[in-house]
Nanobody, 114 residues
Framework: VQLQASGGGLVQPGGSLRLSCAAS????????MGWYRQAPGKQRELVAR???????NYADSVKGRFTISRDNAKNTVYLQMNSLKPEDTAVYYC?????????WGQGTQVTVSS
């Protein structure tokens, strides 16, 4: 399984960004795809994840601001990030969990700064 993420960048506080991550390889019919982030000096944390039947989980810190969605036909997950704050600055990692295994994409940097 390979994961290819895109969409990071620099944005001002209050702005928006959309991350995308496409999975390829042996993808099972049921899985979770999601986004984690890691800020400097901090542990990696879950941002949001979504199952193939669109069950979602969000970190409390992003509820109401971020929306995760997916296109099962394309094995792609999206993270729409609105009302971004400086504390959202981190490297964002795409993940896929299936059959008790975690797969990770390369990180994409999100920087929220004026």
């Amino acid at each position: 399984v390979q994961l290819q993420a895109s969409g990071g960048g620099l944005v001002q506080p209050g702005g928006s960004l959309r991350l995308s991550c496409a999975a390829s390889g042996s993808i099972l019919s049921f899985n979770f795809m999601g986004w984690y982030r890691q800020a400097p000096g901090k542990q990696r944390e879950l941002v949001a994840r979504i199952s193939t039947i669109s069950s979602t989980n969000y970190a409390d810190s992003v509820k109401g601001r971020f929306t995760i969605s997916r296109d099962n036909a394309k094995n792609t997950v999206y993270l729409q990030m609105n009302s971004l704050k400086p504390e959202d600055t981190a490297v964002y990692y795409c993940s896929l969990y299936q059959a008790r295994k975690d797969y990770w994409g390369q990180g994409t940097q999100v920087t929220v700064s004026s």
